[in-house]
């Protein structure tokens, strides 16, 4: 499974941002999807989770309230709706797929396949 990311950019402190997650190579209706971050000098956190159905989404406390994780499964995509974007949400954001779904949902050593991450600014 290939994944990309995209839709990041440069936007102010309250406004919003829609990622996206594409997946190509093969589907992965079968797998979970994780979004995590990563910030100069830091560790690679996460964000979202969705299961494959999409019926069940996990969020760091950080985001929670804010940030929405959707999926459709049949455009082979999963998208993460960033609302009342802070400065400190600013980072590298990438997409990550699960295919065993029986480990540590926020460790990145969980997820198998990831994507090439995308750049989101938050200014202030």
């Known amino acids: 499974v290939q994944l990309q990311a995209s839709g990041g950019g440069l936007v102010q402190a309250g406004g919003s941002l829609r990622l996206s997650c594409a997946a190509s190579g093969r589907t992965f209706s079968g797998y979970a999807v994780g979004w995590f971050r990563q910030g100069p000098g830091k560790e690679r956190d996460f964000v979202a989770r969705i299961n494959w159905r999409g019926g069940s989404t996990y969020y760091a406390d950080s985001v929670k309230g804010r940030f929405t994780i959707s999926r459709d499964n049949a455009k082979n995509t999963v998208s993460l709706q960033m609302n009342s974007l802070k400065p400190e949400d600013t980072a590298v954001y990438y997409c990550?797929?699960?295919?065993?779904?029986?480990?540590?949902?926020?460790?990145?050593?969980?997820?198998?396949?990831w994507g090439q991450g995308t750049q989101v600014t938050v200014s202030s």
């Open positions: 990550a797929a699960d295919r065993q779904g029986t480990g540590d949902r926020r460790a990145p050593n969980t997820y198998d396949y």
